[in-house]
C-alpha cells in the first residue's frame, strides 16, 4: 500500500506540472493552429497521463485522455483544424481531466465524474463531420516532417487500430510473445526502410558493424554497410555494442545528461519547519545585539570588546544571509498564478462577445508560496471585472475611435520589500460621480460622504460589500460580492490596492503585497510602558509636532500635513491604555497609509526600526481586533504587532483625547482663497520707515499685511493663532530676537516648514546670504529695492492668483 501510495504521489505531482501550463498552450494554438510544436507538445501530456493512469488503473482518466490523444493526434496530422468549437470541447476535457485528478488526489480513485457526454463531443470532433476543412492543413504537416513524421506518421495509425481490437490482457503468453515479436519486426522493418532511404540520398548512417573501429571517418564507405542487415531475427545483438563503440565520441554531449535533474521536491511542511528555526535564529540575533549593546557600555575600553562586536557582527551577517535563502526555497514565480488567465480571458471573450487580448509580464517575479495562493482569487476577481465592467463591445470601441480589441495588460514586478501586481485596461474606465450615485441608491454612504470624497477615494467604493455597477446579474458578475473578495484577502496578506481610472481612457489597479509574511521590518513605538510594532510597509513617514498644531473638526482631532488634512488619534485611546496626559508640547505622529486613506497615529516615543517575527497569539487570544500578532524584542520582552487594517477601522469610532489649546477651527485648515484679502503676510522690522515702504508697496495687492517690531514679537504673534500667514518679510538686524533666530525658531514647527521667509536686509555679503539660506529663508532681498520688485516676490511665494489684480 505504501508503495501504490508513492508512485500515486509521483503520479500526481507529475500530472499537475503536466496540467498546469496546457491552457495557455491551448488558447495560444488557437491563434497559431499551425504550431507544430506546441501542438505535440500538448500532444505528449495528454499521451503522458493516459499512459501513466493506464498503469494505475484508473479508467475513467484512461478512457477521456485516450479520445483527446485521439483529437489532438489528428490535429497534429493535419486531418482537422483546430477551430474555436473544436477547441471548446478540447478545454472541457482538460478540465474534466483536472478534477478527475483532483479527485485521485483525494481519494485514490477517479470515479464519481461521468465524462461521457465529452468523450461523445471528443468523437464527433474526430468524426468525417469535423474533417470537413482538412485539406487546408494539409501543408503544415510536410515542412516539419522530419520532426514527427519520420517518429509516426506511417506507423501511427495501426498501433491505434491494433490497441482497439486486440485485447492484450485475455491473451494466452505465447500468443503475447508473438504480439510483442511482430511489433519488433515491424519496427526493424521501418528503420531498415529510413536507412535504406537515408543512403539512398547520400546521407551518413551510422554503422550497426561490431567490428567499425579500424575505420571511424571515412565516408566512401556507407554502401557496403547495409550487407549485415539481412537476418532481422538478431536486431538486438548486433544493435548493442554500436552505442558502446559510439560513447567515447557521444561523451561531449552526455555530459549535459546530469543537468536535467537539478531539483528535488521538498515536502512544504519541511520548508514550513526550516522558516520557524529561522525565525528562531532571528530572535536570538537580536537578543545577542542588544546583550552586545549592554555589555560595550558596561565595559567601555576593554580588550575583550572588538573581538566579541567581530563575532555578533558575523553570526548576524550569516543569520540574515541564511534568512534570506530559507525564504528564497519557498518562493515561487507569480507566473504560476497568471498561467490561468489566457485561458479565462479566451472563454470571457466568447461568452461576452468581445475582442480581448491579455498581455503578460514579470511572470517570472517570486512571492512567498503563501501569498502567491491568496492572490490567485483576488486576480480572478479584477480581472472578470475588467473583462465585464471595463473593456467595452467591439462596436462601441470602434465608434470611440479605439482599436476593436479591448487590451488588458497584467504585470508583476518588485518595488522595494514589495510585490507589485498592476492589472491596466484600455476600458470605458471609473466614473466617480456614478460611484457615488450608485452608493448612496443603496444606503452604503451618505450624501455629506459623497460631497467631501475625492474621485480616489471614490474609486475604492466598488470595494464596498453588495456593491456593483453591473444593470443585470449574469454568470460573469452583478451579485456584488467579487470585488469585496479582493478587498479581503489583500488585506488579510497585508497588502494594499491603489486605483486609477480615467472616464473612456481606463482604469489601472495596483496590489502591493509583501514579499513574505513570516519575517517582517516593523517600527517600534511606545506609549508609557506599553510597546507596539507597527509593519513598516503601511508607515509612509514619522514627524514631530507641538500642541499648538492640533485642531479639532467637528469633535475630531486633525492636524495640517503640508497640503492636506490628517485625521488623528492616539494609540493609547485606540488599545485602552491608562495614560497620564503629561505636560510635554511636542508629540509623535506616524502617519500611516492604506490604499487612498491616511491616519496619524500619535505615540509617545519612537523606539526604532527592527526586524521581528510574527508569532501566532494561540487559540485563547487570536481574534483581538487591531492585533495581528506578537514578537519577542532584543532584550526579551513580548511586543503585540498592529493590525493596520483593523486599526484604521477602529479609529473612525474612537473619540480622541488629544488636547488641543482650544483656539482651531476648520476654516484654519481649508485655507481657500476666495479673495485678495485672504492672503496674509507679516512684516518684520525695527523699524518703522522700513515697515511703512514695504506696506506701500503691497498695499496694492489688497492683501492683509501683519506687522511686527522684531523677531520675539513677531514670534509671539505666529504662535498665538490669530492670523494663518502665507509668507513673511524679515528684517535681520533686530534687538531681541535677528532674523536669523526668528527663521531658526519658526522651522522648527511643523506646521511652518513651508512657510516662505523672506529676508529683506541691507547685509549683501556672501556669507550673510548662506546664513539666511541656512536658517530658512527661500528668498534674499537687498535694500534698497523696487516697490514692483517686492510685490513680484511675495506674489510669486504665495502664490497669488492672477484675477483677484
Do not use: W
Not at 561523451?251 to 521536491?265: E, G, M, N
Not at 508560496?369 to 470601441?397: A, F, M, Q, T, W
Not at 509612509?540 to 467637528?554: A, G, H, M, P, Q
Not at 510635554?584 to 486613506?597: I, K, N, Q, R
Amino acid at each position: 500500500m505504501d508503495e501504490f501510495q508513492e508512485i500515486l504521489q509521483d503520479f500526481l505531482v507529475e500530472s499537475f506540472e503536466l496540467v498546469e501550463q496546457l491552457d495557455a498552450d491551448l488558447v495560444e494554438l488557437e491563434s497559431t493552429p499551425e504550431d507544430l510544436e506546441l501542438l505535440n507538445g500538448i500532444f505528449r501530456v495528454a499521451h503522458t497521463v493516459k499512459g501513466a493512469s493506464s498503469f494505475l488503473n484508473f479508467d475513467v482518466l484512461t478512457h477521456l485522455t485516450h479520445h483527446m490523444e485521439d483529437v489532438l493526434n489528428k490535429a497534429r496530422h493535419g486531418e482537422l483544424i483546430i477551430t474555436p468549437d473544436i477547441m471548446d470541447v478540447i478545454l472541457e476535457s482538460i478540465d474534466l481531466m483536472k478534477a478527475l485528478l483532483n479527485t485521485i488526489r483525494d481519494t485514490s480513485a477517479d470515479a464519481g465524474i461521468d465524462v461521457a457526454a465529452c468523450v461523445a463531443r471528443l468523437d464527433q470532433v474526430s468524426s468525417g463531420d469535423a474533417i470537413a476543412a482538412a485539406p487546408a492543413a494539409e501543408p503544415v504537416v510536410e515542412a516539419p516532417a522530419e520532426e514527427v513524421v519520420e517518429e509516426s506518421a506511417p506507423v501511427e495509425e495501426a498501433p491505434a487500430a491494433a490497441e482497439d481490437e486486440l485485447d492484450y490482457d485475455n491473451m494466452s503468453p505465447d500468443d503475447l510473445e508473438a504480439e510483442i515479436e511482430r511489433l519488433l519486426n515491424e519496427r526493424q522493418d521501418e528503420d531498415k526502410a529510413k536507412r535504406e532511404a537515408k543512403i539512398a540520398a547520400g546521407e551518413s548512417v551510422p554503422s550497426l558493424d561490431p567490428t567499425p573501429e579500424p575505420e571511424p571517418t571515412p565516408e566512401p564507405e556507407p554502401t557496403p554497410e547495409p550487407e549485415p542487415t539481412p537476418p532481422p531475427a538478431a536486431p538486438a545483438p548486433v544493435v548493442t555494442p554500436a552505442p558502446k563503440k559510439e560513447d567515447p565520441k557521444a561523451a561531449a554531449p552526455a555530459k549535459k545528461a546530469p543537468v536535467v535533474d537539478q531539483t528535488i521536491r521538498v515536502d512544504v511542511k519541511r520548508l514550513d519547519h526550516l522558516m520557524n528555526l529561522i525565525g528562531e535564529l532571528v530572535l536570538a540575533k537580536n537578543r545577542l545585539i542588544k546583550i552586545n549593546d549592554d555589555v560595550e557600555e558596561r565595559y567601555e575600553g576593554e580588550e575583550f570588546l572588538e573581538e566579541l562586536n567581530q563575532v555578533v557582527s558575523i553570526v548576524s551577517l550569516v543569520t540574515t544571509d541564511l534568512q534570506i535563502a530559507v525564504m528564497k526555497t519557498r518562493m515561487l514565480p507569480i507566473g504560476k498564478v497568471f498561467n490561468k488567465f489566457p485561458r479565462m480571458i479566451r472563454d470571457l471573450s466568447r461568452e461576452l462577445d468581445k475582442k480581448i487580448d491579455l498581455q503578460i509580464s514579470g511572470e517570472d517575479t517570486e512571492l512567498d508560496k503563501s501569498i502567491v495562493e491568496e492572490v490567485g482569487d483576488p486576480l480572478v476577481h479584477i480581472i472578470r471585472n475588467s473583462c465585464d465592467h471595463g473593456i467595452e463591445v467591439p462596436l462601441i470601441r470602434t465608434e470611440q475611435g479605439k482599436d476593436e480589441t479591448g487590451v488588458i495588460k497584467l504585470k508583476a514586478y518588485n518595488e522595494g520589500n514589495q510585490i507589485v501586481i498592476q492589472i491596466d485596461d484600455d476600458g470605458k474606465g471609473l466614473d466617480a460621480d456614478m460611484l457615488r450615485s450608485r452608493c448612496i441608491d443603496k444606503g452604503l454612504i451618505t450624501e455629506a460622504e459623497a460631497d467631501s470624497m475625492a474621485d480616489k477615494e471614490a474609486f475604492g467604493l466598488i470595494f464596498k460589500p453588495g456593491f456593483s455597477t453591473a444593470a443585470a446579474v449574469t454568470n460573469v458578475s452583478g451579485r456584488g460580492v467579487g470585488m469585496d473578495v479582493v478587498k479581503t484577502n489583500i488585506e488579510k496578506v497585508n497588502g494594499i490596492i491603489d486605483i486609477d481610472s480615467e472616464v473612456g481612457v481606463g482604469t489601472s489597479m495596483k496590489l502591493k503585497i509583501p514579499l513574505t509574511l513570516a519575517i517582517i521590518q516593523a517600527l517600534l513605538v511606545g506609549v508609557q510602558e506599553e510597546h507596539y510594532a507597527i509593519p513598516l510597509a503601511s508607515v509612509l513617514e514619522t514627524v514631530r509636532i507641538s500642541k499648538d498644531e492640533i485642531y479639532t473638526v467637528e469633535g475630531r482631532s486633525v492636524m495640517r500635513l503640508r497640503e492636506e488634512v490628517l485625521s488623528l488619534v492616539h494609540i493609547g485611546d485606540i488599545f485602552e491604555v491608562e495614560r497620564i496626559l503629561d505636560s510635554s508640547e511636542h508629540a509623535y505622529v506616524v502617519v500611516l497609509g492604506l490604499g487612498t486613506s491616511k491616519l496619524g497615529l500619535i505615540v509617545d516615543t519612537l523606539v526604532g526600526q527592527e526586524e521581528i517575527v510574527i508569532k501566532s497569539l494561540g487559540d485563547y487570544l487570536k481574534g483581538i481586533e487591531g492585533v495581528a500578532g506578537a514578537t519577542i524584542r532584543g532584550d526579551g520582552g513580548v511586543t503585540l504587532i498592529v493590525d493596520v487594517v483593523a486599526l484604521m477601522d477602529i479609529a473612525k469610532n474612537v473619540k480622541s483625547t488629544v488636547l488641543t489649546d482650544g483656539s482651531s477651527d476648520a476654516a484654519l485648515l481649508t485655507h481657500e482663497k476666495t479673495k485678495a484679502s485672504d492672503y496674509c503676510v507679516m512684516i518684520v522690522d525695527d523699524s518703522k520707515t522700513d515697515r511703512t515702504i514695504m506696506r506701500k508697496a503691497l498695499e496694492p495687492l489688497g492683501i492683509t499685511l501683519v506687522e511686527a517690531g522684531d523677531g520675539q514679537e513677531a514670534l509671539n504673534i505666529l504662535k498665538s493663532g490669530d492670523h494663518n500667514f502665507d509668507a513673511m518679510l524679515v528684517d535681520i538686524e533686530m534687538p531681541r530676537m535677528d532674523g536669523y533666530t526668528l527663521a531658526t525658531e519658526i522651522k522648527k514647527y511643523n506646521k511652518y516648514k513651508s512657510l516662505p521667509l523672506i529676508a529683506v536686509t541691507s547685509r549683501t555679503g556672501k556669507s550673510d546670504r548662506m546664513r539666511g539660506v541656512e536658517s530658512g529663508m527661500v528668498e534674499y532681498i537687498t535694500k534698497p529695492y523696487s516697490a514692483d520688485y517686492l510685490s513680484s516676490v511675495v506674489q510669486r511665494n504665495v502664490n497669488f492668483k492672477s484675477e483677484f489684480l
